[in-house]
């Protein structure tokens, strides 16, 4: 009981902290959420049936959540992630002290719970889907409840999918419960049927655009880099922000730690290293640019594996001293098994930083500035064009234009030809919003003949990297 109350206060203290802040990206969960909850519709834009969100369900869910309590939308996301952590850490835990592991499952809760990177994704739904997933595994003798679960975290996050396959080969593999792996697959079909029923009688689709807008993003020379095979490459720098230069030592261990996982681990414990391994191969082969919360499910993994790894590790020393006293075999273990627990001070340094140090976003900052400027400034029936969309819709509270497709399925083919200020010049929004750190990816427009004779610059303001940024207004509007 203690332990988690640990837990719960460290996910309270960052949720105090930077509940109403997030990426950009997942403003756009929020503006669906925020239209929802105002009586507007499950939508991106009012009137506007686009399937642009990745995480249908967990979008949904909040937005159920919020309509009936009325918290804002972002906190409401950045307690979706608390409560996604500490169920998963407690789960965790819980299967990990029956089995006997109640210190490594400590150490693997401690590390989920206080890891940085999932606070700084703080929103994302693969949290909650992970957690999902757990009690999935947890049920996994309730074949109809288990297979509900893990279908209902892939609409948390798609990807989840290869959680639910792994826990049928788990369910499959052991022949006491071979019986219930069909059960399992039939309540997985069934669900997962019905939610994208569900998808295609309100978006007219089952599947969110938001891939083909990534992968038409990912073959741009600039964004090429952080995709296929380079992908992972993309998340190197965030690893040695983390655990420093021995970040591949970290990784080494955890990669070892997940081996023996997969070979003699728990339910729970297997299907979260599973996925996160198959994840490494998947999103490289899937084509889309590299996102920090894309690595989730694979650090998540590697946290369990890292703890493994360290507890096994002091085992398999102390098996070795066989003519040596208990007390001598015990002081080894304990002395093997802490060695490699130093490389999870790295992280917890940072996050003790940052809760001392809290800081908001300039890129948050820049465009929640911009929205509101336009919402004072502008007719509620006005128009924004844009590259980032998230945070500028959901504070302008204005229809807009994404230039990169994510929500406006026009902008598609012109992202696949890398024309997409192309969409612009088809069809003049009201605003356009640019920062200098976004001009690369669609060239001078600034300076084009037609962009000119139809747009003012009305405003300049800073923005993140130290650049600007541009709201320009279309004549007349």
């Known amino acids: 009981m203690a332990t988690f109350a640990l837990w719960a206060a460290v996910a309270l203290s960052v949720t105090l902290l930077y509940g109403a802040t997030a990426m950009d990206d997942f403003f756009v969960t929020y503006r669906y959420i925020d239209n929802f909850a105002s009586g507007q519709g499950f939508v991106f834009n009012p009137g506007e049936r686009v399937f642009g969100l990745t995480e249908p369900l967990h979008g949904f869910v909040l937005a159920l ?83 509900a679960l893990a279908a209902l975290a892939c609409g948390f996050r798609p990807e989840l999918a290869l959680g639910a396959f792994a826990l049928f080969v788990v369910l499959l593999l052991d022949s006491e419960r071979r019986i219930l792996s069909m059960r399992f697959a039939g309540a997985v079909a069934t669900t997962a049927g019905a939610l994208a029923l569900a998808c295609w009688l309100y978006f007219g689709t089952a599947v969110p655009i938001t891939l083909g807008a990534k992968q038409g993003f990912a073959t741009w020379d600039a964004i090429a880099r952080s995709s296929g095979v380079h992908f992972w490459s993309t998340f190197v720098p965030r690893a040695e922000q983390l655990w420093g230069t ?96 130093l490389l999870a001070v790295p992280p917890l340094r940072t996050l003790a930083w940052g809760l001392t140090h809290p800081q908001t976003s300039v890129h948050y900052l820049s465009y929640r500035d911009a929205g509101e400027w336009i919402r004072r400034s502008s007719e509620p029936g006005a128009s924004i064009a844009a590259l980032e969309v998230g945070t500028l819709a959901y504070f302008s509270d204005r229809e807009v234009v994404d230039l ?52 003012d610059l009305v405003r300049t303001s800073p923005a993140v990297d130290g650049g600007e940024m541009w709201i320009f207004r279309k004549r007349g509007a």
């Open 65 to 147: 959540v919020c309509a009936v309590t009325r918290i804002p939308a972002p906190w409401m996301g950045t307690i979706s992630t608390a409560v996604g952590l500490l169920g998963l850490a407690a789960l965790l835990y819980r299967e990990g002290k029956a089995k006997g592991n109640g210190a490594e499952a400590l150490i693997t809760g401690s590390m989920l719970v206080s890891m940085p990177i999932f606070w700084v994704c703080r929103g994302a739904g693969v949290v909650p889907g992970l957690a999902l997933l757990g009690f999935a595994a947890r049920a996994r003798d309730r074949p109809w409840l288990s297979g």
């Open 246 to 341: 021995s970040w591949w030592l970290f990784a080494l261990l955890a990669l070892f730690g997940c081996v023996v996982v997969l070979l003699r681990g728990e339910p729970v414990a297997r299907v979260v290293v599973a996925v996160g391994l198959a994840l490494i191969l998947a999103y490289p082969l899937l084509g889309v640019p590299f996102l920090e919360w894309y690595a989730l499910p694979t650090v998540a993994a590697a946290i369990v594996g890292f703890s493994r790894a360290a507890f096994y590790s002091g085992e398999l020393a102390a098996k070795t001293m066989t003519r040596t006293s208990p007390t001598k075999r015990r002081y080894v273990k304990v002395a093997i098994t802490a060695l490699p627990l």
């Open 404 to 455: 990169l497709g994510l929500v406006t399925p026009r902008a598609l083919e012109r992202v696949r030809d890398r024309t997409v200020i192309e969409t612009l010049r088809d069809g003049p929004t009201d605003y356009f919003v640019l920062t200098s750190g976004l001009e690369g990816l669609i060239g001078p427009v600034r300076t084009l003949p037609w962009f000119t004779e139809r747009y």
